[in-house]
């Protein structure tokens, strides 16, 4: 599963964006795709999950601020990011868990600033 994420960008605090993760192949049967972050000094944390189930889990320091969503005739996972805040400064990483195997995006950079 190759996996394509883009979206990121500059945007100042309180500010919205949307990421996108282009899967190559069906999502209908890929267990869980998710968008994890990494910022400067710290380790990569789960940001946002879905199961193909249509179940999702978020980071608490994300909850009531980020959605994630999927349309699986698109083969993409989507991240709608509202209310920024610089700590959400990163690099924002797709991700797919299938059957054992797990799958990384390239990553795209979000930064928080004004």
């Known amino acids: 599963v190759q996996l394509q994420a883009c979206g990121g960008g500059l945007v100042q605090p309180g500010g919205s964006l949307r990421l996108s993760c282009l899967a190559s192949t069906s999502i209908f049967n890929i267990n869980i795709m998710g968008w994890y972050r990494q910022a400067p000094g710290k380790q990569r944390e789960m940001v946002a999950i879905i199961s193909n189930m249509g179940s999702r889990n978020y980071a608490q320091s994300v909850e009531g601020r980020f959605t994630i969503s999927s349309d699986k005739a698109k083969n993409t996972v989507y991240l709608q990011m509202n209310s920024l805040k610089p700590e959400d400064t990163a690099v924002y990483y797709c991700?797919?868990?299938?059957?054992?195997?797990?799958?990384w995006g390239q990553g795209t950079l979000v930064t928080v600033s004004s």
């Open positions: 991700n797919a868990w299938n059957r054992g195997a797990n799958y």
